[in-house]
Nanobody
Framework: QVQLVESGGGLVQPGGSLRLSCTAS????????MGWFRQAPGKEREFVGA????????YFSDSVKGRFTIFRNGAGLLVHLRMNDLRPEDTAVYYC????????????????WGQGTQVIVAS
C-alpha cells in the first residue's frame, strides 16, 4: 500500500513557475511509475507526465512538453513536478499517482492516488 500526499499548489501569474511535490509513505516507490495528472472544472482527468522509477525516463503530454519536468529523490519518498511558463489553461487540481506499469499514461492504470493540490494561473 502506498499513501501519496501532494503539496506546493497555489496562485501564480501567467509565465510564472511552481514546483509540486508528492510525498509517499507506506513503502518506497520503486519499482512504480509515478504520474502526474490534472483535472480542470468540467473536464476529464488528463495525463500531465510520468517518471519510471527504475530508469528515470520521463514522459509528458504535448500540452506541457518543454515547460514541465519531473524528478525524484534517490530515497524513493519524493517526486516533484516542476512547472515553468505557466498558462491560464494549466489551472486545475493536480494529482500524483503510482502505477506498477512502466510508461503508464492512462489514469486507469494507476492504483494509488493523492488527494490533489490546486493550481491557479491568473493575473
Amino acid at each position: 500500500q502506498v499513501q501519496l500526499v501532494e503539496s506546493g499548489g497555489g496562485l501564480v501569474q501567467p509565465g510564472g513557475s511552481l514546483r509540486l511535490s508528492c510525498t509517499a509513505s507506506g513503502r518506497t516507490l520503486s519499482p512504480y511509475t509515478m504520474g502526474w495528472f490534472r483535472q480542470a472544472p468540467g473536464k476529464e482527468r488528463e495525463f500531465v507526465g510520468a517518471i519510471n522509477w527504475s530508469d528515470q525516463n520521463t514522459y509528458f503530454s504535448d500540452s506541457v512538453k518543454g515547460r514541465f519536468t519531473i524528478f525524484r529523490n534517490g530515497a524513493g519518498l519524493l517526486v516533484h513536478l516542476r512547472m515553468n511558463d505557466l498558462r491560464p489553461e494549466d489551472t486545475a487540481v493536480y494529482y500524483c499517482a503510482a502505477s506498477r506499469a512502466l510508461a503508464m499514461t492512462s489514469p486507469t492504470g494507476y492504483e494509488f492516488w493523492g488527494q490533489g493540490t490546486q493550481v491557479i494561473v491568473a493575473s
